[in-house]
């Protein structure tokens, strides 16, 4: 094939990619309400799992110091007093993989007035109620399993004597990271379920496009028109509609989150913390543009082939 021939190739394609992109976009401007409902539905049915999948994101990236959490607290009798205190420091260091941190009755009662904002209320009591108390932490460094880990120490400190009450604190982030997966499950589910919606609602809306233009399907085919040039108007029209329909998600998407940021950050500083909601970003706002417009390419794929096929046989496009 000549240089020429394939420059002359080229051009042609080109021009009918043009004309089917024109062709598509001002079918979708001369029917405004159809297509506007039609964006609708498909923003509304994107906005749902992707606003399911930053929910679990936020939470996913909320600090939650597991190492903190998955501490033991173990509160000494008071005949144990602070030589019990070292002694449990001394055999913990010695067996390894914890950092353990002794709290004495005058420090405990310390950070007891604070976070209760009891202040002078304290000064009631004749003498410190507290006991010494040792926090066990997993030593920094290393794969660990807080599970195993907890279960290790539980077992070591349920043989010590002076110890009169072991408290772990790792359950709620066992909890927590449960709901974690199963909103990644629901994330799958709901991407799918919708995905087969969006492929649905666009279909249809094709199908109806070319039985309105039956005719002129008809009369192009008769005349020599491939199957390429007759499908692609309406791809791009899908296209449009898988796009449009994940833009409007975007933008609902960012306008819920922008309704729930204050009311996050009132609630979070009255916790004394202080975190912002993260969205989607470039890359996966991109990704979820492109995937919207891939859905709605698919969705015309399906209705204009069949329509092909029933002329193909010699039949109506309208039956």
């Given at each position: 094939m000549s240089r020429s021939s394939l420059s002359r190739r080229v051009r042609s394609w080109g021009r009918r990619q043009l004309y089917s992109l024109f062709s598509s976009i001002g079918t979708l401007v001369s029917h405004k309400l159809a297509t506007l409902m039609t964006v609708l539905v498909l923003g509304i049915a994107m906005a749902l799992p992707l606003g399911l999948f930053v929910a679990v994101e936020n939470l996913r990236a909320v600090d939650l110091r597991q190492g903190d959490?998955?501490?033991?607290?173990?509160f000494l009798t008071a005949e144990a007093g602070e030589v019990g205190?070292?002694?449990?420091?001394?055999?913990?260091?010695?067996?390894?993989?914890?950092?353990?941190?002794l709290i004495s009755p005058e420090e405990g009662m310390e950070e007891f007035t604070l976070a209760s904002g009891f202040g002078q209320a304290a000064d009631i009591f004749a003498e410190n109620p507290l006991p010494w108390v040792a926090?066990?932490?997993?030593?920094?460094?290393?794969?660990?399993?807080i599970d195993a880990w907890v279960s290790d120490w539980e077992a070591w400190l349920a043989g010590r004597e002076g110890i009169d009450?072991?408290?772990?604190?790792?359950?709620?982030?066992?909890?927590?990271a449960g709901f974690l997966a199963l909103g990644n499950a629901m994330i799958t589910v709901l991407t799918v379920l919708f995905s087969l919606a969006v492929i649905v609602v666009v279909a249809n809306t094709i199908r109806l496009d070319v039985a309105n233009r039956t005719e002129e399907?008809?009369?192009?085919s008769m005349v020599g028109a491939s199957n390429d040039f007759i499908r692609q108007p309406f791809l791009y029209s899908g296209f449009w509609y898988g796009?449009?329909?994940?833009?409007?998600?975007?933008?609902?998407l960012s306008a819920a989150m922008l309704y729930l940021q204050g009311?996050?950050?009132r609630l979070l500083e009255a916790y004394g913390n202080q975190y912002s909601l993260k969205g989607l970003g470039m890359r996966r706002g991109g990704v979820a543009l492109l995937l919207g417009a891939l859905l709605g390419f698919a969705g015309a794929w399906l209705a204009v082939q069949r329509h092909l096929r029933l002329l193909a046989h010699?039949?109506?496009i309208g039956r």
């Amino acid at each position: 094939m000549s240089r020429s021939s394939l420059s002359r190739r080229v051009r042609s394609w080109g021009r009918r990619q043009l004309y089917s992109l024109f062709s598509s976009i001002g079918t979708l401007v001369s029917h405004k309400l159809a297509t506007l409902m039609t964006v609708l539905v498909l923003g509304i049915a994107m906005a749902l799992p992707l606003g399911l999948f930053v929910a679990v994101e936020n939470l996913r990236a909320v600090d939650l110091r597991q190492g903190d959490w998955g501490s033991i607290t173990v509160f000494l009798t008071a005949e144990a007093g602070e030589v019990g205190a070292q002694a449990l420091a001394a055999a913990a260091a010695s067996k390894g993989g914890a950092s353990l941190r002794l709290i004495s009755p005058e420090e405990g009662m310390e950070e007891f007035t604070l976070a209760s904002g009891f202040g002078q209320a304290a000064d009631i009591f004749a003498e410190n109620p507290l006991p010494w108390v040792a926090v066990l932490s997993p030593a920094a460094g290393g794969d660990l399993q807080i599970d195993a880990w907890v279960s290790d120490w539980e077992a070591w400190l349920a043989g010590r004597e002076g110890i009169d009450l072991v408290q772990i604190d790792h359950k709620w982030v066992q909890r927590l990271a449960g709901f974690l997966a199963l909103g990644n499950a629901m994330i799958t589910v709901l991407t799918v379920l919708f995905s087969l919606a969006v492929i649905v609602v666009v279909a249809n809306t094709i199908r109806l496009d070319v039985a309105n233009r039956t005719e002129e399907i008809e009369v192009m085919s008769m005349v020599g028109a491939s199957n390429d040039f007759i499908r692609q108007p309406f791809l791009y029209s899908g296209f449009w509609y898988g796009l449009l329909g994940a833009v409007l998600a975007l933008v609902l998407l960012s306008a819920a989150m922008l309704y729930l940021q204050g009311p996050l950050e009132r609630l979070l500083e009255a916790y004394g913390n202080q975190y912002s909601l993260k969205g989607l970003g470039m890359r996966r706002g991109g990704v979820a543009l492109l995937l919207g417009a891939l859905l709605g390419f698919a969705g015309a794929w399906l209705a204009v082939q069949r329509h092909l096929r029933l002329l193909a046989h010699g039949r109506r496009i309208g039956r």
